[in-house]
């Protein structure tokens, strides 16, 4: 099929079901977007076309495509066009993906579920009364419904790694510094990564190459290693994170320690259990960090330059999280609360590298528990407990994956595989021996 046949019915697909799943805030004129798809299939022709030719991609509310509504699905940001396009954009353009349109959100990507985006929830296609998970919720719904092949999310605790798993698609959290934030609105400079989204691992790997390595305009980006870091043991020794006081649903637990055994033992692996101290205070230690950064990140949406006041017009988890941000960061001559936070975050990196010296790659479930019901009462301690696993990896910086691996009651459950920073081929490749049921 030509890339243009393929937009078109992504398109009709769209046309038809956005208005049930909501998962896309905005899509790019069909005239201009039919006409971009055939000097795409004319460059294939002549054998000149990038790396993502025919491929169709949608990207998160948070990341600047330029002339498109980047609104954070918020009100604060809803008229804001914008006048640039971020680095991974420039990229996905050079090689020839097809971006479509913007996808839904929870609002300023400060969520897990999908539902706090000011323009509706996004509904799963798996089961519409069902959450998505979020924060890259209309990323992940996107690709698992079929709107794209390829969708760009943003990763601050689990928001890429938290969706892919109830969606049923792949989702990748590149390392810290993998890939360039510029043009990334956002959430936790210290903490946010942008990466892709798709349906197999090929996929992820194919857009990450792309938009991956060192950046002029992010200073923490750098260059990755062109070549997998092989195990240093000439074997894959896999590590099984120890789940205790973490509050892992059973089922979810059985399901993953099974694909363990069968992937290991189908490829020789060894396993190991693998025990990161303190990480039952990941959760705890992420938030202020979260906080006082967003809260700074914030100051400039008052209401003068662009948007209007985010005190007056955002939703209450974001403003729970300005206001606590704002109380905390005046305890701060005393040092609190961001460099406590800071210290154990530095805990929980050495402890991964520890054991990152005899494991290649260590494994656990990408969630807790199955997604609730759509508009169901949930504290704000539950909702935060959603990422405890996903967290950590942000902590360290390092790299991690969500990839399908099976489904509980039929909604899906994706095993959650983390190596070393700057080790994503390695993950990947390890990734792609997990896919498939
Ligand atoms: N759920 C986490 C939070 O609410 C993670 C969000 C994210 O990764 N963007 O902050």
């Not at 894959?236 to 509050?247: E, F, K, Q, S």
């Not at 005190?311 to 109380?327: M, N």
């Not at 399908?404 to 190596?419: A, E, L, R, S």
């Amino acid at each position: 099929m030509t890339t243009l046949e393929r937009v078109k019915e992504c398109l009709g697909k769209i046309k038809k079901e956005n208005c049930k799943i909501n998962a896309l805030l905005e899509i790019r004129p069909e005239g201009e977007i039919l006409k971009e798809a055939e000097e795409i299939d004319k460059k294939i022709k002549r054998g000149r076309a990038g790396k993502l030719a025919g491929k169709i991609i949608v990207v998160k509310a948070n990341i600047n495509v330029k002339g498109m509504n980047i609104s954070c699905a918020s009100k604060v940001l809803e008229d804001y066009k914008a006048p640039y396009d971020a680095s991974v954009i420039e990229r996905i353009e050079k090689e020839d993906g097809l971006i479509i349109g913007i996808a839904n959100m929870d609002e300023f990507a400060a969520g897990f579920s999908g539902e706090t985006s000011a323009f509706g929830p996004v509904k799963n296609p798996v089961d519409k009364t069902l959450i998505t998970g979020g924060s890259s919720s209309g990323s992940a719904a996107a690709v698992a419904v079929g709107f794209c092949d390829m969708a760009l999310g943003s990763d601050t605790g689990g928001s890429i790694r938290n969706p892919a798993s109830i969606c049923g698609v792949v989702g990748l959290k590149p390392s810290y510094g993998s890939v360039s934030r510029y043009g990334l609105i956002d959430l936790s400079m210290s903490l946010d990564q942008i990466g892709p989204l798709a349906k197999n691992v090929k996929d992820v790997n194919l857009l990450f190459d792309v938009i991956k390595g060192k950046d002029e305009r992010d200073a923490t980006s750098r260059e990755c290693p062109a070549h997998p870091p092989q195990s240093k043991r000439g074997e894959i020794i896999v590590g099984i994170l120890d789940l205790d006081c973490l509050g892992v649903d059973e089922r979810i637990k059985e399901l993953i320690n099974r694909k363990v055994e069968e992937i290991s033992s189908k490829n020789g692996w060894k396993t190991k259990e693998v025990n990161i101290e303190n990480i039952d205070l990941a959760v705890e230690t992420y938030y202020p960090l979260v906080y006082v950064e967003f809260f700074s990140a914030t100051r400039r949406f008052d209401g003068r330059r662009y948007g209007k006041k985010i005190e007056d017009a955002a939703g209450p988890e974001v403003l729970r999280r300005v206001l606590g941000g704002g109380e905390i960061t005046k305890a701060e001559h005393e040092g609190r609360y961001y460099n406590s936070a800071i210290r154990v975050k530095e805990f929980i990196r050495a402890e991964f590298s520890k054991n990152f010296r005899s494991v290649d790659c260590i494994v656990s479930p990408v969630l807790p528990r199955l997604p609730w019901k759509i508009g169901e009462k949930i504290s704000v301690e539950e909702g935060y407990a959603m990422d405890v696993l996903t967290i950590p990896s942000n902590l360290a910086g390092n790299c991690s994956i969500s990839v399908p691996v099976g489904k509980i009651d039929g909604i899906p459950v994706g095993i959650q595989i983390i190596c070393d920073k700057f080790e994503e081929e390695k993950l990947l490749g390890i990734a792609r021996a997990f896919e498939g049921d």
